[in-house]
């Protein structure tokens, strides 16, 4: 289907830039076009956009209710937008889908490139979507049946937890994905840690294959908006200057997939290290099962 923006694909498995079209006080219908090419490419890319403050949460507002970050200080009074410095690449180099952590992850960013090293700090994303179709008949039975306990440990709060599926389907165009990532996931709810960690180990480096990625170089004034739902990404920490980029979420839905095939196994506890995710499992099925009865 033919777009009314000039569309430049930039991989097989995912992502596009566009251009010919002016993000800051769009009307409706260039809303509904970006929608549509988003759900086609997963991840967009809007050169040369330099949007103010006020713009760039009323660009996110169209797409739904925006949250600011739980766990990093936002820039607006309201808590809908913040911003990240970093230098000598002190970014987020971690594979992760935005918030898994939380009842209901991030559904879209959208972030836009305030300064930038002339060389470096690029960004990947991966299909997750493309990447659980190509995995082998049993093991994508096997994935179906299972769940993945999510934390916020690498922001200091590993209290903060939720269980997802490992499947998710996607509510708009009802593909399976595959939703652990290598930034928040902790382990796999029906197996063992030591079969979790064999599992998510293989997971993650199958969906990060060149081949289901994209690699994108900025330039300020770039505008990204992507889907959490199916992708993943991660920011190579690779330069030296100064990175700096303001960012808005907007909330997404709860994942569904199968229910589990299995219960959750966790070993008795102990004070071994091996253990503490056992520990972490435990502790968040017991305070699950207080808040149902209370």
Not at 67 to 89: I, T
Request: proline share 6%; hydrophobic share 35%.
């Amino acid at each position: 289907m033919g777009s009314r923006f000039q569309v430049r694909r930039l991989a097989s498995a995912l992502g596009a830039e566009v251009r010919d079209v002016k993000l800051a006080g769009c009307d409706g219908e260039v809303i509904a076009e970006i929608r549509r090419l988003l759900l086609e490419h997963q991840v967009l890319f809007f050169p040369d956009q330099h949007l103010d403050d006020a713009e760039h949460v009323a660009f996110g507002e169209n797409f739904g209710e925006l949250e600011g970050h739980p766990h990093l200080a936002n820039a607006d009074e309201e808590q809908r937008l913040f911003v990240l410095k970093a230098s000598r690449g002190g970014v987020a180099d971690e594979w992760h889908s935005d918030l898994s952590f939380l009842p209901q992850p991030a559904l879209f960013s959208v972030l836009q490139l305030m300064k930038c090293p002339e060389v470096g700090g690029d960004t990947l994303w991966a299909n997750t979507a493309l990447a659980f179709e190509e995995l082998s008949p049993p093991l994508r039975d096997l994935c179906e049946g299972l769940s993945a306990l999510h934390n916020a440990e690498p922001h200091g709060r590993p209290e903060v937890m939720h269980i997802h599926p490992v499947v998710r389907v996607h509510p708009e165009t009802g593909r399976k994905i595959l939703f652990v990532n290598e930034h928040f996931t902790r382990r796999i709810v029906e197996l063992s840690v030591e079969e979790s960690t064999l599992l998510l180990d293989y997971l993650q480096s199958w969906i990060t294959r060149p081949r289901f990625t994209v690699r994108y170089s900025w330039r300020p004034g770039t505008v990204a908006i992507w889907d959490n739902r199916c992708t993943q990404h991660n920011v190579l920490n690779d330069f030296e200057g100064e990175r700096i980029i303001q960012r808005i979420t907007i909330m997404g839905d709860e994942p569904r997939g199968e229910e589990p095939r299995w219960t959750p196994y966790a070993r008795p506890g102990g004070p071994s290290d091996t253990s503490r995710y056992d520990r972490m499992l435990r502790n968040f099925l017991k305070e699950q099962a207080e808040a149902r009865r209370g």
